[in-house]
């Protein structure tokens, strides 16, 4: 068995198809005409940025806007007249053949790129390889490889797949992908997502033992690949991929439906998002809107913080997509486990006790805090915009947090901007502190969402990240249990929505109790939002109530736990 990073759920079973790009040979020429050779440089340029555009057209078609984004990238860095001067530069002053020209230009860039580490810039300097073998191909009149025709159940294994070889795949042919290269979040990764072809990448030393024609089993959930399995493997696998698309098949059914107890109860699903295009799958799987948009994403992945300007674009992007329906914001919840270099935060002898989120947004006005507030609220007249305020242990937090919402709303009100008036500003409750005053908390507050992952991490004083005390992190424990109770009841009383972002929202053995806790909102990635609905709609609320009163009964987590097992099992999920 080999094991790669998962990059989209689901199993796939077939053939292998080995795709693998001839290496070009590149060869140094003398030119004599220099104009007549920048003339043949262009052709080949404005012929790459025309296929180019034809991709991405495709894509827009057949997978949507955000995909398509990628090859419009490719297309703007091919317009890119600082690029494409110095090719031409490089020609005219060098005397050389176009092919080199682009090989010593494009590959600067690209080990410029590349040398600069991070993830997103490893991916600009895959575009930048990818681009330049386009153009020296269109140049030498060679074909590039046509994944487009591979025959029906093949699994393409590859070192890598170019964003341009990935657009022309047919999910309906193939049936998963394999690479040695890339990370979850590689351009690959995410079409493999939104095409929704199971794939794994990052899996050492297949290319070497994989052949044309192999039988290949994929775990995209696990990142489990089988090369040649027995036929046990292979009937386990194909019982697992029966499942997963019957279950697929019949969620389905749940978009447009509310979410709705059997006997009446309105709760509503939404959508956890890190960065605006994850906004496309919040809507396909029918999202009732946003409950948590971790704007620390905005922020990482770069060398500056996003001016104003930039994240005032993604949130009113935001808001326009979701038409109205809530979209909660999270002001920047760095610190911790969330480190972001050019901040320049030092390192906290207890990260997680330290200088963080609010706390250092509070002191970071000027240039850090006051900048996303005036973004959020004028992004806020595009639609339902709500702002959240992370970490708070104490009232001065919010309240401090809130004038300064207030004196922006004035700044903006002087200068005859827009921004949603009754804009709502509410907290996560995710410190024992909150939530031991969340009754006090309620009476300020527009509402709550309940950050579980870190209210388990507080209560039980349990390092989130570290597996030598795992066993303690459970969101079942009766303490973190009785917590959110509270959190819920008090909340409840004052009538403010109460939400939950933690990962215990989409949990099926904690549902049963906060609905009967009296849970408003229920916000979890995308992919689960349709499981989460079928499951609301097969309780009924006085059932639950009395299952939620025996299992607060308990003592330990393990007794919670294994009582909540059998109920849902019972109710067969
Ligand atoms: C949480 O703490 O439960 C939460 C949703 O926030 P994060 O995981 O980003 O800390
Ligand atoms: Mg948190």
Redesign the pocket.
């Known amino acids: 068995m080999y094991k790669g990073t998962s990059a989209s759920a689901g199993i796939g079973i077939g053939k292998a198809v080995i795709v693998k790009e001839e290496k070009l040979v590149i060869t140094r020429k003398a030119v004599s005409d220099t104009a007549a050779e920048i003339r043949r440089f262009k052709g080949a340029l404005e012929k790459t940025i025309k296929d180019t555009e034809r991709i991405a057209e495709d894509l827009a078609a057949r997978v949507g806007e955000k995909e398509a984004e990628i090859m419009k990238g490719h297309m703007m860095l091919l317009s890119d007249p600082m690029l494409t001067g110095e090719i031409e530069g490089s020609i005219q002053n060098e005397g050389i053949n176009s092919e080199i020209a682009v090989e010593n230009v494009c590959s600067m860039y690209a080990d410029m790129f590349a040398s600069m580490g991070d993830e997103l810039m490893q991916q600009r300097a895959t575009d930048m390889r990818d681009l330049k073998t386009r153009l020296q191909k269109t140049l030498m009149g060679i074909q590039s490889v046509d994944i487009s025709s591979l025959p029906k159940g093949s699994v393409i294994v590859a070192e890598d797949l170019t964003p341009s070889m990935t657009a022309g795949i047919n999910p309906d042919n193939v049936t998963g992908i394999v690479t040695e290269l890339g990370g979850r979040t590689s351009h690959s990764a995410i079409l493999a997502r939104a095409l929704e072809i199971p794939a794994v990448v990052a899996v050492t030393a297949f290319l070497s033992e994989a052949k044309d024609g192999d039988d290949i089993v994929l775990d995209g959930s696990t990142g489990e690949i089988y090369l040649n399995p027995e036929p046990a493997v292979k009937e386990e696998y194909q019982h697992k991929k029966n499942q997963f698309m019957a279950e697929k098949k019949e969620l389905e059914q749940y978009i447009g439906k509310p979410s709705v107890t059997k006997d009446g109860v309105k709760v509503e699903i939404v959508a956890n998002i890190g960065k605006p295009e994850d906004v496309d799958k919040v809507l396909r799987y029918d999202g009732e809107g946003i409950g ?1 948009f ?1 704007t620390e994403f905005l922020f990482m992945d770069r060398t500056a913080a996003p001016t104003e300007e930039e994240q005032y674009e993604a949130y009113k992007q935001v808001a326009i997509a979701m038409k109205g329906k809530p979209v909660i914001i999270r002001t920047l ?1 760095i610190g911790g486990d969330k480190e972001i270099p050019y901040l320049g935060l030092e390192k906290d002898e207890n990260p997680f006790l330290g200088y963080r989120a609010i706390r250092f947004c509070l002191d970071r006005q000027e240039d850090i805090y006051k900048p996303q507030l005036r973004a959020l609220l004028r992004a806020s007249a595009y639609g339902n915009i709500r702002i959240m305020v ?1 970490l708070v242990t104490c009232i001065e937090e919010y309240r401090q947090a809130k004038a300064l919402v207030e004196e922006l709303k004035a700044e903006l009100d002087s200068k005859g901007i827009a921004y949603k008036r009754d804009i709502q500003v509410g907290i ?1 409750v ?1 410190t024992a502190a909150a939530s031991l005053i969340a009754d006090l908390f309620a009476k300020e507050v527009d509402f709550f969402s309940i ?5 388990t991490q507080y209560t039980m004083s349990v390092d989130r990240g570290n597996k030598k005390v795992s066993y303690l992190y459970s969101t079942f424990n009766p303490a973190v249990l009785r917590s959110i109770r509270h959190i819920i009841a008090s909340g409840r009383e004052a009538g403010i929505m109460v939400g939950m ?3 215990a929202a989409s949990d099926p053995m904690m549902i049963p109790l906060l609905l009967a806790f009296g849970l408003n909102e229920f916000s979890m990635s995308a992919s689960a939002i349709l499981k989460v609905r079928k499951m609301v709609t097969e309780y009924s609320l006085a059932e639950l109530r009395s299952v939620a009163d025996k299992a607060m009964t308990f003592a330990t987590a393990a007794e919670v736990e294994s009582y909540m097992k059998a109920f849902v099992e019972k109710v067969k999920f």
Do not use: A, V
């Open positions: 948590l971790r919840d992370p996560m995710e950050g579980t992952n870190d209210l972002c933690g990962e």
